[in-house]
């Protein structure tokens, strides 16, 4: 069986937020028991990360560390080796993601116990983010 949909998703604060409940939502609706899950952001400016939940330091130190290896115009939490301004923004494509895929289980998604489904937004002026989910399994 294969579900699919297309979600909505409000715009969010730049960074990391936590969307493991709503994906957990829309796969126990698929009804789909055992299968893959992925998820994929329809456009540039946002990434899907599955990441540790239980500190939230390690979410900053992270945004912190992707920052680096891709900077942005509109700012960041550390001050960043003036060599790192030549990369554009756009390079963020090449270094994150807007897919993931984990799989199904008792019609749950199978993470680490301190592992979510993140949403990170780059950008300081969101907008509502289009999230695709096809489910295959049974």
Sequence with gaps: MVFQDTIKISPQEKGATDITDFVRD??????IKIGICQLFA?????SLLIHDTADENIQKQTIDFLAQLAPDNDGI???IDKSMDAIPEEMRVSILQT???FPISRGRPVL???????????TTQPNERKLT???IGE
């Design 26 to 31: 829309i796969i126990i609706e698929s009804k």
């Design 99 to 101: 897919s993931v895929s």
């Design 42 to 46: 329809q456009n540039s400016c946002s």
């Design 133 to 135: 989910v096809t489910i």
């Design 77 to 79: 939490t550390k001050e």
């Design 112 to 122: 680490g116990i301190w592992q979510g489904i993140y949403l990170w937004e780059k």
